[in-house]
């Protein structure tokens, strides 16, 4: 580029950065525009590129597509901003972000942002590049809500900081295909992957549009997305007809003006049929399914597995190994805080000849206690309870007598117990009995209660048992709520009240006082109060559907048209089995973040409800949390 041309670049972008729209009269030019790509990875430099002052530009260099360029600056609380970056080309395109001190992400646009600043303070604007892979740009700062001091100008230029975004050619959107008119069906088909075809029409402002897109044959699965005239993309859809069909319901339009709908899709091939009309569509609301967590119970104890030496047992739950050679070992290890009462077993596996020999030592490697089988009466090295006097992790030794072979059970517990063995769910109306058969077992029971349940829980050993038992209540992960040993008298058990903090299964856990005793027992759990049932929930409709795959460190967006005073219910559900965890932010029109959604109802899947503060195009952008993956998003209006 010629010196003169760079320079003429210059100072067009000095005249723009004084340019404030709201004293503009020209109207923008009108655009079909594409729904901007997702933000790509960033690599973030160190420390900030420059700093910027307002009504003043400064040059920058890009020299690869995930570099960023930090900007500060300090702004005034309530003070409306526009931050533009032009390039040397002027084609090249530009992200702009907008990010407090902490990070958080304010807005974000491409090439030209507006923003209203909440507070006094410092701020980051992060630049990088779009769509090439080296370039040098002039950033420009400038307030839209007063003059620029530094330019005697009655009438400012009408165009933000940065290039005009020029009418795009349908050869860059797609195939445009033909305009449309209300009241019309349209048949084509597409013949590639990934196609986009791109049809216009002219809107009026209040119109209220509906479009629907339906697949008629082959295995493309049909998009539809509405474009205003300046290429902002305000509705769009892939699932809400059910199967493979988009619909876009009484979208109400805010301008006059040109408007583009894009008909896209994954897949190869296919025939489609898109209808369009306008005016109210009556829809009818589906009644909405209390969510509800979906713990897998516990039903069954855990399959004993194989651990190799030198692993870290888990409390009551137990393992197994094998001594295949005479004089062979192995070590394993558990954690104990200091006072904490352990204990300990090695049994032989059903068939197996192997007598275990366990010793247990300290953190710092002194010898604690030892268990043989031939000092055992229980067949098998049974280590009884013992206070562990440090705090950190023991070691433990696993020999044999006599230099015998075979696959054994282990396992280590805190407390009085050492495994756990699942037995059913139950109500409370039921009588429950079950029997200790073995030294050192704990029983476990499961119950499924209510948040704000408030329950009672008895058990007693029965007649000729020698069963003292102690009884816990404790949440699906293992955290205690409540325990007793003797508060119904002699050796019953009784825990006379316990609130339940949240929905899900609870379990009841049932071992010896001394964990040397073995026999039957009765327990008995009833309700002292009971939650209130739920308030029904609203009915709802969905507007949006969309299936999708986010890749790692980036970002999904998808947007609609809301109304002030809606509630909207925001689902993201991540695919079965992915192992992905979505996380979900609903942005306003002026693109402040209203909500954020991350776990929900015990799962790793946003849902959550928002009122719409205002008319306008909203925006739903979806991440994952340290990973990517495939999902599922819903947007629904509530009734």
């Known amino acids: 580029m010629s010196s003169l041309r760079y320079t003429s670049l210059i100072m067009l972008l000095l005249l723009l950065v004084a340019c404030t729209s709201d004293q503009?009269?020209?109207?923008?030019?009108?655009?079909?525009?594409?729904?901007?790509?997702?933000?790509?990875?960033?690599?973030?430099?160190?420390?900030?590129?420059?700093?910027?002052?307002?009504?003043?530009?400064?040059?920058?260099?890009?020299?690869?597509?995930?570099?960023?360029?930090?900007?500060?600056?300090?702004?005034?609380?309530?003070?409306?901003?526009?931050?533009?970056?032009?390039?040397?080309?002027?084609?090249?395109?530009?992200?702009?972000?907008?990010?407090?001190?902490?990070?958080?992400?304010?807005?974000?646009?491409?090439?030209?942002?507006?923003?209203?600043?909440?507070?006094?303070?410092?701020?980051?604007?992060?630049?990088?590049?779009?769509?090439?892979?080296?370039?040098?740009?002039?950033?420009?700062?400038?307030?839209?809500?007063?003059?620029?001091?530094?330019?005697?100008?009655?009438?400012?230029?009408?165009?933000?900081?940065?290039?005009?975004?020029?009418t795009p050619d349908f050869g860059r959107l797609g195939t445009f295909i033909s305009s449309i008119a209300y009241g019309e069906t349209y048949d084509n088909i597409f013949t590639e992957n990934?196609?986009?075809?791109?049809?216009?029409?002219?809107?009026?402002?209040?119109?209220?549009?509906?479009?629907?897109?339906?697949?008629?044959?082959?295995?493309?699965?049909?998009?539809?997305?509405?474009?205003?005239?300046?290429?902002?993309?305000?509705?769009?859809?892939?699932?809400?007809?059910?199967?493979?069909?988009?619909?876009?319901?009484?979208?109400?339009?805010?301008?006059?003006?040109?408007?583009?709908?894009?008909?896209?899709?994954?897949?190869?091939?296919?025939?489609?049929?898109?209808?369009?009309?306008?005016?109210?569509?009556?829809?009818?609301?589906?009644?909405?399914?209390?969510?509800?967590?979906?713990?897998?119970?516990?039903?069954?104890?855990?399959?004993?597995?194989?651990?190799?030496?030198?692993?870290?047992?888990?409390?009551?739950?137990?393992i197994r190994g094998s001594l295949?050679?005479?004089?062979?070992?192995?070590?394993?290890?558990?954690?104990?805080?200091?006072?904490?009462?352990?204990?300990?077993?090695?049994?032989?596996s059903d068939g197996s000849e192997v007598r275990p020999i366990l010793e247990i030592y300290n953190p710092e490697g002194e010898l604690v206690t030892t268990a043989s089988t031939s000092a055992s009466r229980f067949g098998g090295a049974w280590v009884a309870p013992f206070i562990a006097e440090t705090e950190g992790a023991h070691l433990v030794f696993l020999t044999s007598e006599n230099d015998t072979t075979g696959d054994y059970l282990l396992s280590y517990g805190s407390g009085t117990s050492w495994r756990d063995l699942y037995q059913q769910e139950t109500q409370a109306t039921d009588r429950i009995e079950g029997a200790i058969s073995q030294v050192g077992n704990r029983d476990v029971w499961i119950m499924r209660l209510s948040g704000g349940d408030v329950i009672s829980v008895a058990a007693s050993?029965?007649?000729?048992?020698?069963?003292?038992?102690?009884?816990?209540?404790?949440?699906?992960?293992?955290?205690?709520?409540?325990?007793?040993?003797?508060?119904?008298?002699?050796?019953?058990?009784?825990?006379?009240?316990?609130?339940?903090?949240?929905?899900?299964?609870?379990?009841?856990?049932?071992?010896?006082?001394?964990?040397?005793?073995?026999?039957?027992?009765?327990?008995?759990?009833r309700y002292v109060n009971r939650a209130p049932t739920a308030t029904p929930e609203p009915d709802f409709v969905t507007i949006m559907s969309m299936d999708d795959v986010v890749a790692d460190n980036d970002y999904n967006f998808y947007v609609f048209q809301g109304q002030a005073g809606q509630r909207v219910r925001i689902r993201v559900e991540g695919k079965l089995g992915s192992g992905f965890d979505p996380v979900a932010a609903l942005l306003a029109p002026d693109s402040t973040i209203l909500a954020i959604g991350d776990d929900d109802l015990g799962t790793l899947n946003p849902n959550f409800t928002v009122t719409l503060p205002e008319d306008g195009t909203y925006t739903l952008r979806i991440n994952g949390y340290l990973s990517g993956g495939a999902f599922d998003v819903y947007v629904d209006f509530l009734f």
């Open 24 to 166: 503009s009269t020209d109207e923008p030019l009108p655009t079909l525009a594409e729904l901007p790509s997702p933000t790509p990875t960033l690599i973030m430099p160190s420390s900030a590129t420059g700093r910027l002052a307002f009504w003043q530009t400064a040059q920058g260099t890009l020299t690869a597509p995930n570099q960023v360029d930090i900007w500060e600056f300090t702004g005034e609380a309530d003070a409306a901003i526009r931050i533009g970056a032009v390039g040397e080309v002027p084609d090249i395109s530009f992200s702009i972000e907008l990010q407090d001190v902490n990070g958080i992400t304010l807005a974000q646009a491409e090439n030209n942002l507006r923003y209203t600043l909440a507070t006094e303070g410092d701020y980051r604007i992060l630049v990088h590049l779009l769509d090439a892979d080296f370039a040098e740009y002039e950033i420009g700062l400038a307030y839209t809500d007063r003059p620029n001091p530094n330019i005697a100008q009655a009438t400012p230029l009408p165009e933000v900081v940065g290039v005009p975004t020029p």
């Open 194 to 318: 990934r196609p986009q075809h791109i049809y216009t029409f002219i809107g009026s402002e209040g119109d209220l549009i509906n479009a629907q897109l339906e697949r008629i044959s082959g295995n493309v699965d049909p998009v539809l997305i509405l474009y205003d005239g300046e290429g902002n993309p305000l509705a769009m859809d892939d699932n809400s007809g059910g199967g493979r069909t988009a619909l876009l319901r009484n979208v109400r339009l805010l301008a006059d003006g040109d408007y583009s709908l894009r008909v896209t899709g994954a897949g190869n091939f296919g025939d489609y049929v898109l209808r369009f009309d306008e005016g109210e569509v009556e829809v009818t609301p589906e009644p909405m399914i209390l969510e509800e967590a979906t713990p897998v119970p516990p039903f069954s104890t855990p399959p004993i597995r194989e651990l190799r030496d030198d692993i870290r047992l888990a409390d009551h739950v137990a």
């Open 324 to 348: 295949r050679r005479e004089s062979e070992f192995r070590q394993y290890s558990f954690y104990a805080e200091a006072g904490e009462i352990v204990t300990l077993a090695a049994v032989p």
């Open 461 to 525: 050993p029965t007649v000729n048992s020698g069963l003292d038992p102690v009884i816990e209540v404790a949440t699906q992960d293992g955290i205690s709520l409540a325990t007793d040993d003797n508060g119904g008298g002699s050796r019953s058990a009784l825990i006379e009240s316990v609130a339940i903090p949240t929905d899900g299964y609870y379990l009841i856990r049932l071992h010896d006082a001394t964990g040397l005793q073995t026999g039957s027992y009765n327990i008995v759990w």
